[in-house]
């Protein structure tokens, strides 16, 4: 057979994989932590900022199963996770790979098939088992939990007074004024202090908080600050960085009152609300927040509200759904409690002549109904 070359034809970017992972290290690893270790080889140069929750995202898996990955190409020597001294998590090091040592492994293969007693015996390769909970747990802590945010400060007048001298950060104070319509109070500066001291946004970066916060309507140096912290947790020291972010964010916003059928508009605080809720407190990925609303336009098509959707999605979190398959699962078990339900009312109305058997569109309409009330109420 001639030989052949490869090519691409549409001038692609490729990614670098070490041919000790390909033929050493992936041979053995779970295909969920494979593709794991090549996104982050994809994500080493992409210039994008990293979180886990993004990673969990774009694989449509959970947080702990990244971490659950991660921990795994840590102790295979793949990976290393990299600290301040403070302790907080700054980033993950692609470590330098080699070959493994298998030719002592193939002699004693080699030897017990012949059977010649070796002075050790020859050890089984251990199989990869799941974390359990508290391991999970555990992992997530060390993983996305890391960053311990600095404690806030009740900043003395002479402290703020002497913060003012500084030229950046005055500016910044004053542009604060500039976006807000009003003075600052005491508390708004000591936020901002902490902020740019504490927690060491640069001038920019804290800059461009403030005017991100004001152009979705915040205008507050308490959201402002809570945001902040947001993004400390997740890295975030640069402008580019935070408009990544907060694009990814305000995505999410927009989707959900496109799905809803709401003009497009800021949102309100009430149903900002309820998006924070969904996506940071829940966790809940995009695809999983427009499936509920989806739900809801199709239950209710001309009062479908965020609170019909909020029932939907606390109910799912009651039941530990991550991803769309879980969603899936469930609607395959109450598919089949409902075929149980309507067979045992069929058989309770053939035993009994003197009730009158309901029809089936009539037995599917009731029972609609109640699983969209449970739904709704749980």
């Known amino acids: 057979m001639e030989t052949i070359t490869i090519t691409t034809e549409n001038h692609e970017t490729y990614s670098a994989v070490s041919n000790f992972f390909i033929d050493y290290y992936m041979t053995e690893a779970n295909g969920e932590f494979v593709k794991v270790y090549l996104y982050l080889i994809r994500l080493l140069n992409s210039g994008q900022a990293v979180t886990v929750a993004g990673i969990a995202d774009h694989f449509n898996l959970t947080e702990k199963d990244i971490c659950r990955a991660i921990r795994y190409w840590i102790k295979e020597g793949v990976l290393r996770l990299e600290y301040t001294k403070n302790k907080v998590l700054t980033g993950i090091t692609l470590l330098p790979l080699s070959a493994k040592n298998t030719d002592t492994e193939n002699d004693s293969s080699l030897l017990a098939m012949l059977g010649v007693e070796t002075d050790e015996p020859n050890e089984q390769p251990k199989q990869e088992t799941d974390m359990d909970e508290t391991s999970a747990a555990e992992e997530m802590e060390a993983v996305v939990q890391a960053t311990t945010v600095p404690k806030k400060h009740a900043y003395k007048a002479s402290v703020i007074e002497e913060k003012q001298k500084d030229e950046d950060f005055g500016n910044l104070l004053y542009q604060t004024e500039i976006y807000f319509g009003k003075p600052l109070t005491q508390s708004d500066m000591n ?11 640069s001038p920019e970066l804290l800059e461009y908080l403030v005017e991100y916060c004001v152009s979705i309507g915040k205008k507050s140096c308490r959201y402002i600050e809570t945001v902040a912290i947001d993004w400390y947790k997740n890295g975030i020291t640069s402008v580019e960085d935070a408009k990544v972010a907060s694009k990814n964010y305000n995505s999410i916003y927009v989707a959900v009152l496109k799905q809803l059928g709401i003009p497009r508009r800021v949102p309100t605080p009430t149903e900002t609300s309820f998006i924070d809720t969904w996506y940071n407190t829940y966790s ?36 530990n759904v991550h991803k769309l398959s879980d969603i899936e699962e469930l609607d395959r078990k109450w598919a089949e409690e409902k075929k149980k339900k309507q067979t045992a009312g069929i058989a309770g109305a053939n035993q009994f002549n003197n009730y009158k058997s309901s029809t089936s569109d009539q037995t599917i309409d009731e029972f609609e109904s109640l699983f969209l009330q449970e739904t709704n109420q749980a």
């Open 191 to 201: 936020s901002l202090i902490y902020i740019y001291d504490e927690l060491s946004f």
């Open 284 to 319: 809940f990925n995009k695809n999983i927040i427009i499936e509920a609303c989806k739900r809801a336009i199709t239950a209710n098509p001309h009062s479908a509200n965020f609170n019909y959707v909020n029932g939907i999605l606390e109910s799912w979190h009651k039941q």
